[in-house]
């Protein structure tokens, strides 16, 4: 018999069709219709011949979205004094030529200036643009917000970035837009949640131009710059990649640069009476380059990147150029070449009709080296505070966005902006740090304004949602809900500054919540009453004394309250009401003379202590115990000549010697017990502290660290890093994160594609920790990891050790581009930069409770709960009688094993859903399994009318998104979604999810209630 339907799903069978075919004119663009048919995409490629080399030119510009110039710098001209380069003028240029030729042909990839460009234009222009689209002469490769970095980045961000720059794309030119191959010319090496992000997308392959020396060479001579990239042991053949290499990086070959900018290059001259004639000459020289090329490459197709930064601002000069020499090749008696303007996607499909097996390869590409003393990964650290805002402002993003649907708000135009603002942050001269000082200003700016804007936005749609209205059903008068955007030094006017204030605690995860809350006050003792009124523990604990006199800050509080939210549901919030108590005395704050026989904190689970030259001694159940230290890196400089002259620098680490050295013991600490936390205030000298607390039946430890100003007094650039060496046998293996995501198991002093030799031992074995970095003894199974709130540089140097580089400050340059020393300074010093590790330690046997604890604090790091502060006179009994203190964003349980990764509202009323499995394959028993759940369950308020599933990306319905296929010449096995199982059961919105799946879906809503204040409040309250 078939079963009931609920009304929503009564509703999503009755309107399927009709929102089938809404949604997909959605998904695919506007202005599809009442076009003429498209030839775009594969139907617009040169048609290869089989007999002959082919030679595809693909005319292109590489435009970083603010490095040296800003971006409005870079996009409006400005500054030419430090670069030749305005965006404005490229693309003007370059659709000119194209007009004026139709053999041309131009990809383009950084959808933030083509879109800067776009609503610059008047209608006949953007009717030329459109057409030039639809024949396939203006491709649109990579298609993200900005090309981004692929080792600083989380993945929930590079998801985001490349899904607005689809949205753009969509809504401009429609489905001739959608880019089919990831172009990742520039980035500093490449990881493989990129590459599984990108096959996810609906991508055919990926070409990129960075790539170690080392494996470079090997893979010259092994011809294997092109393979399948199995990107996810868990997702399998769904994750393959095509991927090839490009020769010569993303230049065009030596002597054919022929932009205005190039001074190296013969021009074509095809006039037989002129002296200067060189046609003959430069198409032979241009052969040999090809042939070459030709030789270490599989098929005979060969790609050559005509262009570099910036190029075409004076397009038909290139492009002029490149006419000559297509046609003197093609001329040519007898020939053995074919050239034409071509694409990466049309290469890749010219590779694809050979039906070629091809090599594969299942790591990634960190660290990159471009010489044998020159490795690219101090940039992991580079600007600190900068990679934190980014972190954080991600945070508030995803909070805005899920408070915008939950409260009905609509997509707004600051919405859009922040989105915007975040895709530039994404770039990989931006959250890489590797930007002049003015650009990470100007980044600091575009952020800082959207981060203020969602503070807004976010507050609105919380007053609307916690509001209970008047007796006479009008809403109550307005009251702020503000952000403290300055916890992380512990600044807080709305909290310390008000002797009464509500606290509001929303919950962005998909599983209820105990956390922590921290806030600044100027008082002693405070009372803090929950949802229902009753008062519950608080603790208040004084605010370290380094952190107090931190250069800039400027607070009256001089401590912390703290005290614990229970039970926060999923994508819901609860409010507290505090108050500050007349007694001056705090009872929970011991007297500091009373300190002086306290010797260590943990309760019962952990013994924690100090050393007496300051090292922190942590004893953990399972026996495993570990020492926290800070030690530094001299940084070696030199003329940077040579090699061996390398300076560390924005992009190099490379320190002097081959050992870290240790810090002068010059303090001492202070500890501080209490029902919630237990703290140890730490002072190692004058510019490194920090504070190691362990919290009432949390398992694990919480170093709190504060780093600066490093001196250079001695001339001497220091990379200051955080060691914790434990009794662990390791045996050379360590782990760390993809982006965020999977983990990859790491060889010291090794690679598993070649075999490398290192002359760099110790910034040759670092690698990207975006979230995670672990340690594990095989014999054991005992393992301990350290999360962490950005991103970092880390390894494992030693066995049983674990460090991560947190700071660095540097005086000279590394060659390669920047011209400055990274040298950053704040209020008339030396930066300083705080941050905090979160420890756990435990057993892997059984992999159950260990990864789950891991992936909820790293969850919590990377999308904290965030804290409204609202500063009231009334009583909490006032308070309660107008606004709801407690509401529920989900009805039922998400599984376990399964997390809302985007929720936001969409176009045409829409709203985006994305749904994660959190674990891998084999990675527990109990978690990495198949997980199903209702999407109405997601939704308490609304109906569920339609449910149409996309690729990740948001542009294309999943069924259509069929890939190329590429053999593998090793068919390894590899797990396989069920291709029979449905993505959504349309009788009762029923999704199925495999480990590290990521299933999309666009949804259209609709009211239970009439919305408005208290549509969603919980009435339990």
Known sequence: MRPTLPTSGLLLLLLASVADLANAASVTGRHDQHRDQPSCGYQSCTKSDAGKINIHLVAHTHDDVGWLKTVDQYYFGGRMNIQVAGVQYIIDSVVDALVKEPSRKFIYAETAFLWKWWLRQDEAKRATV??????????????????????????????????????????????????????????FGHSREQASVF????????????????????RLRDRSMEFVWRASPSLGQSADLFTSV????????????????????????????SPDYNIDKRVQQFLNFSRTQASIYRTNNVILTMGEDFHYQY?????????????????????????????????????NERNLSWPTKSDDFFPYSSDPHAFWTGYFTSRPTLKYFERMANNLLQVVKQLSVLSGAPDSPELQRFREAMGVMQHHDAVTGTEKQHVADDYARILHRSVNDGERLAGEALRNWTS???????????????SCLLLNVSSCEHSSDHSSFVATVYNPGSQPLNVYVRLPVAGTQFSVKDFSGKEIVSQVVPIPAQLSKLPGRSSSATRELVFQAVNVAALGYQSFHVSAKPSPQDAHEAPQSDQQSILQIGRQEYGISVSADNRVIVKTPLGIEYEQSFQYYEAAHGNNEEFVNRSSGAYIFRPQGNRSKELPATGGFQIFKGPLVEEIHLTVNDWVSQVVRVYNEEEFVEFEWLVGPIPVDDAVGKEVVVKYASNLSNRGEFYTDSNGREMMMRRRNQRPSWKVELEEEIAGNYYPVTAKISIEEERSQRRLSVLNDRAQGGSSLRDGELELMVHRRLLHDDAFGVAEALNETAFGQGLVARGRHVLIAGSARGRDQLPLREKEQAGQLALRPWIFVTPVADSFEQW?????????????????????????????DQVLLRLEHLFERDESPKYSVPARLDINDLFPAFNVLSVLETSLGANRRAKDDGRLLWEAEQQDELPELDAEAPAVSRDTCTVSLKPMQIRTFLLKLSPRHQLGPSAIANAGD
């Not at 309660?880 to 509202?905: C, F, K």
């Open 468 to 482: 209970k209205g008047t007796a006479s059903g009008e809403p109550c008068p307005p009251v702020q809900f503000h």
């Open 199 to 218: 096959a996810q997308l609906g991508f055919d392959g990926l070409l990129f131009g960075r790539l170690d020396h080392q494996d470079k060479r090997q």
């Open 130 to 187: 459109r057409n030039l689209v639809d024949e396939g002469r203006l491709e649109i490769v990579g298609g993200g917000w900005s090309m981004n970095d692929e080792a600083t980045t989380h993945y929930q961000s590079m998801i985001d970035q490349f899904t607005w720059g689809f949205r753009r794309l969509n809504d401009s030119f429609g489905e001739c837009a959608r880019p089919r191959v990831g172009w990742q010319i520039d980035p």
């Open 246 to 273: 490009l020769y010569n990086t993303y230049s065009p070959p030596p002597g054919f640069c022929f932009d205005i900018l190039c001074q190296d290059a013969e021009p074509m001259i095809d006039d037989r009476d």
């Open 880 to 908: 309660s009688q107008r606004h709801h203190m407690r509401g529920d964003g989900l009805v039922g349980a998400v599984p376990g094993n399964v997390r809302i990764l985007t929720l936001e509202p969409w176009r045409d």
């Open 315 to 351: 397009a038909d000069m290139y492009f002029g150029n490149i006419d000559k020499l297509i046609s003197a090749i093609n001329k040519l008696n007898g020939t053995r070449y074919k050239a034409f303007y071509s694409t990466p996607s049309c290469y890749l499909k010219a590779v």
